[in-house]
């Protein structure tokens, strides 16, 4: 935006009389007006479209097409992995049929996840031009640290490279896995996590476990620290497809490819702590329930938020840890998540105001219902307290 030109009044020793001072300080006063008046039409023009932001969570303007295979990966022990994949299609909706992708807007970027977050999000994202891959086979676990920790990214990373290969029946020209972004809840924002460069830190979990943190809920304390027996097998696992080091953190399980990650109800930070997210070198939006009782909004959200190098997080009051699944939730989230990814992965702008704080406090409340939630904060809420 161009500058508004501010008068400048030179007052010297010659302008003596009343009357010419007032005109100094008239001229002055209008200058001054004047910038105020400009900044102000300045600013009403800067507010966003309410209207149109509002329809980021509405489907986008293509048709979205399915596909639905199974693979085995050799080199992990034959695992067994179900893929779905979401995309534009031409013509209309279709699922499983001769739905061909839609090339109007090809090369389109990549987003993986599993297939519970899929469900939520994947045809939300392939309607505004977007390719979802979901690993259908992935599911929570109880018991921490789980091997599933170590498979569940891998197989995205496996469905990523099948997409690449043009293996899931979309042409390998109509998708840039250069420009690939994660998503995930709960069990699922380990993958979104470890997938944009986070790295186990055993050192910091033993150290986490030695002494119960204050604060902590006997929940989070038993889930984290209350099986100890389970690391062996967990480190056993992550051993045999190479990501342990001889000390220190573990290897990355991500590569170049992925750009931005989204973590949904989070956990993790205690198998990394803050020396193995110091790697995550791509921005991360973190969307907390603030009444988690499951995975503990303190510590498991807060202490992820403060120590990931590039992070926002977006905080429902009052929701629970299974929120995603609330109807007037899924809308917000389907907004934030087309503003995040479309961002970070296409460098878009139409819906960059989504993602601010006086959207996300003051505007997203007024879209619709509000199920499960008390409302919405931009960073960290903690009984009033930011």
């Known amino acids: 935006m161009r500058s508004t030109p501010v008068l400048r009044c030179a007052v010297g020793p010659r302008l003596r009389s009343p009357f010419s001072t007032r005109l100094v300080i008239l001229a002055v006063a209008l200058a001054a007006g004047a910038v105020l008046i400009s900044a102000g039409v300045a600013q009403e023009a800067r507010q966003p479209d309410v209207a149109v932001l509002a329809t980021a969570a509405d489907p986008g303007p293509y048709a979205v097409g399915t596909r ?103 042409p390998a020209g109509a998708i840039d896995t250069g420009r690939t972004g994660v998503v995930g809840h709960s069990f699922g924002s380990w993958n979104a996590l470890v997938l944009a460069g986070a790295r186990v830190d055993p050192e910091h979990l033993s150290r986490t476990c030695a002494e119960r943190p204050a604060g902590w809920s006997d929940n989070w304390w038993a889930y984290v620290c209350g099986t100890p027996d389970r690391w062996e097998g967990f480190e056993a696992r992550a051993r045999e497809v190479g990501l342990v080091s001889a000390a220190g953190l573990w290897e990355p399980f991500g590569d170049a490819r992925f750009l931005a990650a989204m973590a949904l109800g989070p956990e993790g930070f205690d198998l990394t702590g803050p020396t193995g997210l110091s790697d995550v070198r791509v921005p991360v939006l973190l969307v907390g329930a603030g009444s988690d009782e499951i995975n503990d909004y303190v510590p498991a959200t807060t202490e992820l938020f403060a120590h990931l190098p590039d992070a926002d997080l977006i905080t429902f009051l009052g929701a629970l840890h299974l929120w995603v699944f609330v109807r007037d939730v899924q809308a917000h989230l389907r907004r934030f998540a087309l503003a995040f990814f479309d961002d970070h992965l296409r460098g878009g702008s139409a819906w960059a105001e989504i993602l601010t704080e006086a959207f996300v406090e003051d505007v997203a409340p007024t879209l619709g219902g509000n199920a499960g939630f008390a409302g919405l904060v931009w960073g960290v809420e903690l009984g009033g307290q930011r």
């Open 68 to 170: 639905d295979s199974r693979h085995v990966d050799g080199d992990r022990f034959d695992r067994g992995i179900r893929l779905r994949v979401f995309f534009p299609a031409a013509g209309d909706a279709v699922a499983d049929g001769p739905a061909q992708v839609d090339t109007s807007g090809v090369p389109y970027p990549v987003i993986v996840g599993d297939g519970v977050i899929a469900d939520i999000l994947g045809p939300h994202l392939a309607s505004h031009g977007f390719v979802f891959v979901a690993a259908l086979n992935q599911g929570p676990w109880s018991r921490f640290p789980d091997d599933a920790m170590v498979d569940f990214p891998l197989d995205l990373i496996f469905g990523l490279d099948l997409l690449e290969g043009g293996e899931l029946g979309i």
